[in-house]
């Protein structure tokens, strides 16, 4: 197949023809397929039926340090849970605090709070300007939260080793800009994980800003898609040769390792920063639930537990992404109208069309049936300066709708991107 | 036996020395028991040993709405559920919103985003003055909340009835005066329900301030004691005669229905708040964990199953509070040295030294080896104005202990109050 920007009109116009006809009987079919959000298919969910079944007995419910866990105390969460947390992210339990379901909830307050009581200086509410650095394209519900605390958005490229450097630097000497939104691991959307450079620069990096701090969202950092996995530095390591630990808020969940809709979640940060975001917690809740805690711990016991269980993840969600990248191949590979990521882990297939109007795509997609991620939401603000990211999210469907949805969206990219060369 | 004061000072010497001498033999027994927290016991929480056997099968966790309750979704929690605490509060199940193991962490939440965003009308933090009415004595966690924000609180007292509802009315001509704390079923400490009076007298409101809400902690809300339980006005019905529904904002949880470490929770609110609660929720959670929210459904079915659970409850608790009014009865009914509450229901006793300091008491109570709530902690900013009153909580040690307390306690009235009334 020729690329489409070789082909002269008349090229255009017959290739156009015949992609319409095939869009027109697509359309009929009445398809009902759904890309858009990054969910753990039923499947996946199963792979934890042993977690519902899970009795908690007195042998477990008093915890090795003898806390009765029904009853209220133990603030910050079970040691024997932390020690999870602990083993994935290679930092002392000591600097751990566990929290409910979300982890997002973990970041919304910790911001929220640095909104009325700063960290360490004055709360950002009476400070003239805050901006937050994000990277682009990322994730929706970090650029929620700044948008709802009317903190700045200010945009920086994501490479393929992590976020544009040189402009993070140069950023950072404003003093208003007062953090920085990261999934280090198998980034959303793109699946990059940070080069060790990409993590010493950030180690490296001296904020005009006594109060900035980096969300590391390690949302991803176990959901690897074989035995040759990305490798993440330990942040808090390598910030330990800088003294910059205090930079660096990490967030974790078993969102997408147990349930997404009854986990549990973990904040890290250094022996400062958990002190202020304990006592903090301290006047918010009474703490969250240990039971679950407790739960997890007997169900997942250790790292390896883990580990185990991320590969059953593995062999169920591959498949759907091999095949999403099969059909792209396959119908866009020598078109010369699109590129996307090959990601070795995580949720999302990053895909940027190149010569037409991804919000096209969308549109096309949403008439024939097969719903995307709203497009522009990879951006802050929902606005994609350039217009040419979507988002896939293979895992939720089975195997053959994601072949269909896929299918779909090939035909949609290639009828849009005619259309703009034909200037319609 | 004689009051106190009307003794002479030759008797008072006398008592004292005797006094003194009990004092002494009880120090040397050196005693260790508990009185301070509001927490079940271990035979409460063992009522619900069920719940933790509650295994979920693909019946349960796909709710009867369809929806796989282990997956993301179902931001404001499972119908169920909602319906449980609907019938409880007596509100529909669309003004419910379910919240985490903390219904304390959801008041935080209210508050924290009346800072940050207002509640109709300029952020509180952006304000000149933000002040809050305490009924006193009252709750030490909705204190904390006020005191982190830098709300200043302004007491008022609570009456047998209720808050003073005159002060109240008087306070809200303020427009700097934004909210209250309120306990109003089986109140914390005082054991008090507000009357039908206070209710309507609530409702009827005027505030100045148009951003002015009630937090209606209904935390005691199933909590009775015996066939005669306090009757508590449903707030929402009466407002609706006055029209002020967006005043209130209820909340309750099963903390001290199933489990302290693993409940849920629940806010009640009118259309026009729970909608704002919902939308800043939807910024800040994925969700809470609705598959202990199915699970409290499995084990509690309906309001009739609550209050079955509560009579066990009540069974072990009446014990405990009978011991301890029975001992302040017959070591303290004569002396005319303090007077304390007979609750028909909740977690507390709330007691009054009237002819001496109540921290001196809390003081020879610890030496004793007797630990009573932080005196003071019952008030804003720690400060007992009179400086007398002491909340005792009873439900968590056996009676054995609790009686062996009381009379500890009544001991260091005592010589507290001889030692007050000999100027010493």
Redesign the interface.
């Known amino acids: 197949m020729m690329e489409y920007t070789k082909m002269n009109e008349e090229q255009l116009k017959a290739e156009l023809k015949k992609i319409r006809r095939q869009y027109e009987r697509i359309k009929g079919l009445g398809l009902n397929l759904d890309m858009s959000?990054g969910?753990?298919s039923?499947q996946q969910?199963s792979l934890?039926e042993e977690l519902?079944?899970t009795?908690?007995?007195s042998d477990d419910?008093f915890n090795e340090q003898g806390m009765?866990?029904?009853?209220?105390?133990?603030l910050d969460g079970v040691i024997e849970c932390k020690r999870i947390f602990s083993e994935i992210l290679e930092v002392n339990t000591d600097n751990i605090i566990l929290g409910?379901?979300?982890s997002?909830?973990l970041m919304?307050?910790f911001i929220?709070q640095c909104?009325?009581?700063g960290i360490g200086d004055e709360?950002w509410?009476?400070q003239d300007d805050v901006k937050f650095i994000c990277a682009v394209p990322g994730y929706d519900?970090h650029f929620?939260?700044a948008e709802?605390?009317g903190i700045e958005m200010i945009n920086v490229d994501m490479t393929e080793t992590g976020p544009d450097m040189d402009a993070v630097e140069q950023l950072v000497k404003d003093s208003s800009v007062k953090g920085m939104f990261c999934v280090p691991k198998y980034s959303n959307p793109t699946g990059v994980t940070y080069s060790d450079e990409t993590v010493r620069r950030f180690a490296a990096l001296k904020p005009a800003a006594s109060d900035f701090r980096v969300i590391w969202d390690n949302a991803y950092c176990v959901h690897d898609f074989n035995d040759t996995p990305d490798k993440l530095l330990n942040i808090f390591e390598v910030a330990k040769e800088y003294g910059s630990e205090d930079l660096f808020i990490e967030f974790a969940s078993t969102?997408k390792i147990t349930?997404?809709?009854?986990g549990i979640s973990c904040v890290a940060a250094s022996d400062r920063n958990i002190k202020m975001i304990r006592y903090?917690m301290s006047?918010?809740?009474?703490?969250?639930?240990?039971?679950?805690q407790l739960r997890h711990y007997k169900f997942l016991r250790d790292k390896e537990g883990v580990m185990r269980l991320m590969k059953k993840h593995a062999r169920l969600i591959v498949p759907k992404f091999e095949k999403v990248l099969e059909v792209l191949d396959r119908e866009l590979g020598d078109l010369g109208v699109a590129h996307w990521t090959r990601p070795n882990g995580g949720y999302f297939i990053s895909f940027n069309a190149t010569s037409c109007s991804a919000r096209r795509v969308g549109e096309l997609c949403r008439e024939a049936g097969v719903t995307l991620t709203n497009v522009g939401a990879t951006f802050p603000y929902n606005k994609d300066p350039n217009d040419r990211n979507i988002r896939i999210a293979p895992t939720l469907p089975p195997v053959h709708e994601i072949e269909k949805a896929a299918e779909v969206l090939c035909l949609c990219v290639k009828m849009a991107t005619l259309e703009h060369l034909l200037g319609k």
């Open positions: 959000r969910k753990p039923p969910l934890s519902l079944k009795e908690l007995t419910y009765d866990c029904r009853n209220y105390g133990g409910g379901v979300s997002l909830n919304y307050d929220s909104m009325t009581h709360p509410m009476l519900r929620a939260i709802y605390f969102s349930f997404s809709g009854g903090r006047r918010q809740t009474i703490g969250n639930d240990k039971l679950n």
